[in-house]
């Protein structure tokens, strides 16, 4: 008997489905009308309105019915990770791809032309506004422990461990964890707030008593394939997701394919590639983004530059040398935040420093101007950095640029940031910023060369804003 999902997930999935189907029909209606009314006095003809009628029922077919095959409202991708918006986007392109050549082979037309101009953007746009607006009222019951998948961790203690601290680490994806099963004592703590509650052999009465709604499977020298298996068959009815955890660490998705080979999953892992056609669209699209904010960009510059020289002292401007792509030094621009004796006063405060081991940061620094400390905290100091992305030396998006004093203390895998364009901002000033350990700040950027795209980019940029606007981490 196939397991029900939990009463919430189907209310959710509910949910985004008839938003869905409100925003396509809304979109296609309004597309029509301003067909009808802006578009209509450049023909000379206009098609009757039964075959507007039928063009708009086929529209709304075809991009629900994308919507759904493409399994944009799989729980999988509820609540985290840019996998729901990738799947509208591409779900959205495709349907528009192939209603225009049905209509340019079938029933070209130009006023149906201008509808789908029109269609696409506005659609795209409320689709992942609705999207959007569902996952922050998800997040919203998630922080009241609402909405949640009772999670048991199955597996050695050292691999449950690992796991719990990855699953906490990201409450927003639902995980609430119930407990572990393993070789420990029952009763006991494999950490704070994880207690054993089960032997290997009392799985199934674990599942029962604790009502779980999933089971992860860490790894285990007593879960043996054949074990694991029937796992999965005696999990059948229980209404239970069964998750099998991968040993693979910081490598997204478009990476991993499964390949079957003899009733065996054997995950193939993609190398990450550093050049092609992916990084010339990266190129262009830090452009194209860069040149429409560099007008606000300037006027805001302007305002602060006069306010900036009537608080103290000395050059708007402040220019560091930064390593960028491959550890080529260049330029970055800065306004200026600091006093200009910043850099003689810093050996007197090396002892006084609220950052990691390697970056120096300060909460209270003394060194920062009035002015600079506020536009330090909503990071308006780096505005001028879009010259930067404009001249090549960095990217919109990309791991923190390293001062070369840093880099003759990296260690390890660390130089792999180098392998792509620092960025104006990035995971790291999204996630914490000077909060954060290097360690953590390290594996977030390692992460994004390893695995950026364009929408994860774009996903970065929106809750740059957000960050922006309610800052944490910055001083």
Known sequence: MAARPPAWERRYALKLLWTDIAVVILVVALSQLISITLFAHAHHDSPPMR????????????????????????????????????????????????????????????????????????????????????????????????????????????????????????????????????????????????????????????????????????????????????????????????????????????????????????????????????????????????????????????????????????????????LGLDGEPFTMYKLRSMHVDAAERLPTLLDQSDGNDVLFKMRQDPRVTRVGAFIRRHSLDELPQLINVLRGDMSLVGPRPPLPTEVERYTGWTTRRMLVRPGISGLWQVSGRSDLSWDESVRLDLFYVENWSITGDLLILWRTIRTVLRPQGAY
């Open 51 to 322: 075959s507007r009628l039928i063009f708009a029922c086929f529209l709304v077919m075809v991009w629900l019915v994308t919507l759904a095959v493409n399994d944009t409202r799989n729980p999988a991708v509820f609540g985290t990770g840019p996998g729901e918006y990738k799947g509208v986007i591409d779900s959205t392109v495709l349907a528009f791809g192939v209603v225009a050549i049905v209509t340019l082979v079938f029933a070209p037309d130009p006023h149906r032309r201008d509808s789908l101009i029109v269609a696409l953007p506005l659609g795209l746009f409320m689709l992942l506004l609705g999207r959007w607006a569902w996952r922050k009222r998800l997040h919203a019951q998630r922080r009241r422990q609402r909405n949640t998948y009772r999670t048991l961790i199955v597996g050695a203690a050292e691999h449950s461990i690992h796991m719990a601290r990855q699953l906490r680490s990201n409450p927003l994806a639902g995980f609430e964890l119930a407990g572990a099963v393993t070789d420990g004592v029952v009763g006991d703590e494999l950490m704070p707030g994880l207690p054993v509650v089960a032997g290997y052999d009392d799985l199934l009465v674990a599942i029962d008593r604790h009502r779980i709604d999933t089971l992860i499977v860490t790894g285990s020298t007593r879960l043996t394939p054949a074990r694991v298996r029937s796992i999965g068959w005696e999990l059948e009815g229980r209404n239970v997701d069964l998750i099998v955890a991968s040993s693979l660490t910081d490598i997204a998705g478009p990476r991993i394919h499964v390949r079957p080979v003899s009733g065996l999953p054997l995950i193939h892992v993609e190398s990450p590639e550093f050049t092609g056609w992916r990084y010339y669209a990266k190129r262009c699209f830090d452009l194209a983004l860069s040149l429409i904010a560099l007008v606000p960009a300037a006027l805001i510059i302007a305002v602060l530059a006069v306010i900036i020289r009537c608080d103290s002292r000395g050059p708007v401007l402040y220019r560091q040398i930064r």
